[in-house]
């Protein structure tokens, strides 16, 4: 499945000539615009999860910021020939570490204040 959605972001580059662009900086770049995007759909309001779900037009939006982050992200890890499973995975074994349950649990302190 993940690869099939990167064989469509490549190809999506690829049609409009884009991957003369597409160096690490830029799409790193385009991922902290996009994450910001991302973050604009809650400027000035804390809603709920539920306050999300329940207002279409802003689940949409923070949707399509989504979106957009992860096809970036998706798109780098391809240029650098990177499996994003396996990168999360490995993500997640090392927080995992730095947050084990018996001091984390409930706490939302840093690894380094646990």
């Given at each position: 499945?993940?690869?099939?959605?990167?064989?469509?972001?490549?190809?999506?580059?690829?049609?409009?000539?884009?991957?003369?662009?597409?160096?690490?900086?830029?799409?790193?770049?385009?991922?902290?615009?996009e994450?910001?995007e991302?973050l604009?759909?809650?400027?000035w309001?804390?809603?709920?999860i539920?306050?999300?779900?329940?207002?279409?037009?802003?689940?949409?939006?923070?949707?399509?910021?989504?979106?957009?982050?992860?096809?970036?992200?998706?798109?780098?890890?391809?240029?650098?020939?990177?499996?994003?499973?396996?990168?999360?995975r490995?993500?997640?074994e090392?927080?995992a570490?730095?947050?084990?349950?018996?001091?984390?649990?409930?706490?939302a302190?840093?690894?380094?204040d646990?």
């Open positions: 499945m993940v690869e099939e959605i990167v064989k469509e972001i490549n190809l999506f580059a690829a049609e409009r000539e884009w991957n003369q662009f597409h160096t690490p900086k830029n799409i790193a770049s385009s991922i902290i615009i994450s910001a991302l604009e759909c809650f400027q309001q804390d809603p709920t539920s306050d999300v779900v329940e207002d279409i037009k802003l689940l949409e939006s923070v949707e399509e910021e989504i979106a957009d982050v992860m096809i970036y992200s998706l798109r780098l890890c391809s240029l650098l020939g990177r499996d994003p499973i396996e990168i999360m490995a993500k997640l090392k927080n570490e730095k947050y084990p349950v018996s001091k984390s649990k409930g706490s302190k840093k690894y380094s646990l």
